[in-house]
């Protein structure tokens, strides 16, 4: 069973910073494309950014780009997110998940294990 651990959340100031990591307990790490998503209260999740197993190839939503770079190091088996100019909308918990196979993907239904989770808030 592979394990997912995010952290890096809390309280944030509109227009200030977080990074997130997604830790995952099982490899190999680098034979898992990544994504980060996120669920704001009474919506579905959806994709913030996905990275490949190389760490060469990311997307991201149009709402994340430019201020939200996601990244990877093999060798901690750590994905992170960071976050900048963060804005109210951008509260949520956020998710990160693995994707077996050569390439990343949007589609959350192409991820098979996924993280508890991290609140982050941005207030106003």
């Known amino acids: 069973q592979v394990q997912l651990v995010e952290s890096g959340g809390g309280l944030v100031q509109a227009g200030g910073s977080l990074r997130l990591s997604c830790a995952v307990s099982r490899g190999p790490f680098s034979t898992y494309a990544m994504g980060w998503f996120r669920q704001a209260p009474g919506k579905e999740r959806e994709f913030v950014a996905a990275i490949n197993r190389s760490g060469g190839s990311r997307y991201y939503a149009d709402f994340v780009k430019g201020r939200f770079t996601i990244s990877r190091d093999n060798a901690k088996n750590t994905v992170y997110l960071q976050m900048n100019s963060l804005n109210f909308e951008d509260t949520a918990v956020y998710y990160c998940?693995?994707?077996?196979?050569?390439?990343?993907?949007?589609?959350?239904?192409?991820?098979?294990?996924w993280g508890q989770g991290t609140q982050v808030t941005v207030s106003s």
């Open positions: 998940a693995t994707k077996p196979g050569l390439g990343y993907s949007t589609e959350r239904t192409r991820y098979d294990y």
